[in-house]
């Protein structure tokens, strides 16, 4: 490849890459800041313009007709002048875009775009990829031409590709990525031991990681010890009840208590037993997001539901982000899940059924992914659970996917409802899941919301208009809303990577008011009425961002 080639830009392709930078202007589920809609932009730009090139090349490739010399010109301008008035028409209209979603979340409003910025953000971020398509290509150009000593033209071509492509995927697995996730794990790692330096042990004998206890303190990492020490004790739920409480016992096992999965669930079982966790009323096995962290939000307010009567054990089983945890760990989630969820229900099932606390199973995100492999509900079937609450199930939860696929016809993609509502219930931040009553023997709750990109991500929305995009918008979703081939896709890429962003009630940000009707739904605390629930959600909005905490 000579220079004057290497630095050469095509108009037509060119066309194709503004085109959907102007489409990535429109808005998506979660608010996006100059910064990250220029890279946005950029991205989708350089995609449309490889597409364009493609459409070129195969133009050329089956010999069809090409315009030269004046008739060329105004083909050019027809092309370019559309483009360039779809291009001012978007960027005049994206601080309204985006403002009508934060309205929509509560959120304050842009003045503006900060478009001279987001241009040249977007722009970097096109020919570092432009520069990088063109390294590609001048590679495969070499290696070919190498190869065309040795072997027919089409072989080479065809092998140069192979070749190319292997090592690419090497270089980057092997190479680049290797070296981000081991410096991910290790940051990870340095984060939660940041916390060995501040509370001692627990003296106390009941707690998690005490002197009495079997689970170490210190592999416990920072999120467990966060999990076992705070939240509501005896004396605040009983000033919340106006009656006597019991303090919750909590339990979690950190990553670094035992090299595998089962000997940290077997770790965990022997713990709920030293505390006395099979005489509660409730018991409820969650799994933690990637990291490590449980929602405090969702686990105080069940407790002041039942008067503390209850108990909560957790295993870790990453250190990573969720969504890194869900590419890279998979396997670890899955394992840990199983496990866990397994042992407890082995001891349980072996208990006095008139003796033994009421089952239930949680995670939020990853951990509701996870919990739900780790849910066989054919083992269960002679000895089920008494239920499960899954938040932000991500998009590829097998048993949520089920669940969606069994919806009622009529109602809402984003709000479904199953059945005559017995096993299975959906809510959301607009909608509790219906009450405690008209359950069957086993109750399964979905807490998800309308505007969040882990539920509602689909793959094949880089060709095809996704479900809850064909129905009327929920009321945080924007009705400016459009889809677009490929750059629908890479908006929900970015929203799912802003979700956790997003105000409380929206995108991923689960929080304590939103968990209160599922539980109570679920868990059907004794003597719990609607005005317990108003108490507790005023208690819980007036200090959303630590949840329901004993101030």
Not at 12 to 25: E, V
Not at 383 to 395: E, H, S, V
Not at 486 to 499: C, E, G, K, S, Y
Request: with cysteine; charged share 20%.
């Amino acid at each position: 490849m000579d220079r004057r080639r290497f630095f050469e830009v095509s108009l037509y392709p060119l066309y194709m890459g503004l085109a959907l930078f102007a489409a990535s202007l429109t808005p998506s589920l979660i608010p996006r800041d100059w910064p990250v809609q220029g890279v946005l932009g950029g991205l989708v730009a350089a995609l449309g313009y490889m597409i364009g090139r493609f459409l070129v090349t195969l133009w050329h490739a089956v010999d069809l007709p090409v315009l030269r010399g004046r008739a060329a010109s105004v083909a050019h301008l027809l092309a370019g002048i559309p483009i360039l008035g779809l291009l001012l028409f978007c960027l005049a209209h994206a601080r309204d875009w985006q403002n009508g979603i934060r309205s929509r979340m509560g959120m304050d409003l842009i003045d503006s775009v900060d478009v001279p910025n987001m241009a040249v953000t977007a722009l970097l971020v096109f020919a570092v990829l432009m520069l990088l398509g063109r390294l590609v290509q001048w590679a495969f150009d070499r290696l070919r031409a190498r190869l065309y000593r040795h072997m027919p033209r089409r072989t080479a071509n065809v092998s140069g590709l192979l070749l190319l492509t292997l090592a690419l995927v090497i270089v980057t697995r092997d190479g680049v990525l290797d070296r981000v996730i081991q410096s991910m794990d290790r940051s990870y790692t340095t984060a939660q031991e940041l916390f060995d330096t501040a509370p001692p042990p627990p003296a106390d004998p009941r707690m998690p990681g005490s002197a009495a206890s079997v689970i170490d303190w210190g592999a416990m990492g920072q999120p467990g010890r966060n999990f076992v020490t705070e939240g509501p004790d005896a004396r605040a739920i009983a000033a919340f009840a106006g009656q006597p409480a019991q303090d919750p016992i909590r339990v979690y096992v950190g990553l670094a208590e035992a090299d595998t999965a089962q000997e940290r669930a077997d770790r965990a079982l022997a713990e709920l037993q030293r505390l006395g966790a099979f005489e509660r009323k409730v018991l409820i096995v969650a799994m933690p997001t990637g990291t490590g962290w449980l929602d405090p939000g969702s686990f105080d307010v069940v407790e002041y539901m039942h008067g503390g009567d209850i108990a909560t054990v957790a295993v870790q089983y990453s250190y990573l982000q969720s969504p890194m945890a869900l590419l890279l760990e998979t396997q670890a989630g899955l394992e840990q899940a199983r496990a866990l969820i397994g042992t407890i229900h082995g001891h349980w099932r072996g208990l006095p059924r008139e003796r033994r606390p009421r089952l239930y199973i949680h995670g939020l995100s990853l951990g509701a992914w996870a919990s739900m492999y780790g849910t066989d509900l054919f083992v269960l079937l002679d000895n089920p659970i008494d239920g499960a609450l899954w938040a932000g199930p991500p998009f590829p939860s097998a048993r949520w996917n089920e669940a969606m696929a069994e919806r009622r016809p009529g109602s809402p993609y984003v709000a479904p409802v199953v059945g005559d509502g017995r096993l299975i219930r959906f809510a959301s931040h607009t909608r509790d899941a219906g009450g405690p009553s008209g359950w069957g023997d086993m109750r399964l709750v979905f807490l998800q919301y309308s505007s969040d990109p882990i539920v509602f991500y689909e793959p094949a929305s880089l060709w095809r208009k996704p479900a809850w995009m064909r129905e009327p918008p929920a009321p945080d979703v924007s009705p400016d809303l459009s889809f677009t081939p490929v750059v629908t896709q890479f908006q929900l890429v970015v929203d799912m990577i802003l979700a956790t962003s997003a105000p409380e009630g929206h995108g991923h940000s689960y929080y304590a008011h939103d968990y209160i009707g599922p539980w109570a739904a679920l868990t059907d605390p004794d003597g719990w009425t609607p005005a317990d629930g108003a108490r507790l959600a005023a208690r819980c909005d007036r200090g959303f961002q630590q949840g329901c905490d004993n101030g």
